[in-house]
């Protein structure tokens, strides 16, 4: 399977900032896709990173809090924006490699918003 | 998308013994995957079951999927203590792989020595 690593892989920022984290894959894969763990919960789908074209969000992720990148086949960034408390989360990156249907996660970055 | 339910919550069993999971959805699926998360950690993947499967092994893992039911459990024979984590199953019901992945809430399993 792919080898996945996140960037930063923790962070403490104040409230009202961004933050970048990046996605980086050893290999092409075909789909890439967001995920927000908040803590003691599941994970949840933030969107699918398309590759060249905007990402696609699920219902209660807006692209203007959660801007995606996908500029080729082995690397997306999330920012998340004007961050509050409830921003404080685990976020995933997945990938998915040729016509297999395996996810497979990044170690996730771990952010606390002060 | 809605969640499943994962049943229980919590488990605590000892070392050696069997350790049973289940999992239920809502939808129609067309696989279902059994991750396992070590202390807030990535995710492993586990086992992956498709739709038309009714039983799966990997190892000390045994797999099944009810899809009438809509429910799958996850036995894990001969646990250790290594074994201890969360483990979440989480559902794709796209045509495969196109779509992320629906997650239930997650056993958190304890394995005492």
């Known amino acids: 399977s792919a080898v996945i690593s996140q960037k930063p892989s923790r962070d403490i920022c104040q409230r009202g900032t961004s933050l970048t984290i990046q996605c980086q894959v050893d290999?092409?894969?075909?789909?890439m896709f967001w995920y927000r763990q908040q803590p003691g919960q599941s994970l949840t789908l933030i969107a699918t990173?398309?590759?060249?074209?905007?990402?696609?969000?699920e219902s209660g992720f807006v692209i203007d809090k959660f801007p995606i990148s996908r500029p080729n086949l082995t690397f997306s960034t999330l920012t998340v924006s004007n961050m509050s408390p409830e921003d404080s989360s685990i976020y995933l990156c997945?990938?998915?490699?040729?016509?297999?249907?395996?996810?497979?996660f990044g170690p996730g970055t771990r952010l606390t918003v002060t | 998308s809605q969640q499943g339910e994962e049943d229980p919550q919590a488990l605590s069993i000892q070392e050696g013994e069997n350790a049973t999971m289940n999992c239920s959805y809502k939808?129609?699926?067309?696989?279902l995957q059994w991750y396992r998360q070590n202390s807030g950690r990535g995710l492993v993947h586990l086992i992956l079951?498709?739709?038309?499967?009714r039983e799966k092994h990997s190892g000390r893992l045994r797999v099944t999927l009810d899809t009438s039911k809509k429910s799958s459990s996850l036995l894990i024979t001969a646990s250790r203590a290594a074994d201890t984590a969360s483990y979440f199953c989480?559902?794709?019901?796209?045509?495969?792989?196109?779509?992320?992945?629906?997650f239930g809430k997650g056993t958190h399993l304890i394995i005492q020595p």
């Open positions: 997945s990938v998915v490699q040729g016509a297999k249907y395996e996810q497979y």
């Open positions: 290999s092409q894969v075909t789909m």
């Open positions: 990173a398309n590759q060249g074209s905007e990402a696609t969000y």
């Open positions: 939808t129609s699926i067309n696989n």
């Open positions: 079951i498709r739709s038309n499967e």
């Open positions: 989480a559902t794709d019901e796209s045509g495969g792989g196109a779509d992320g992945l629906t």
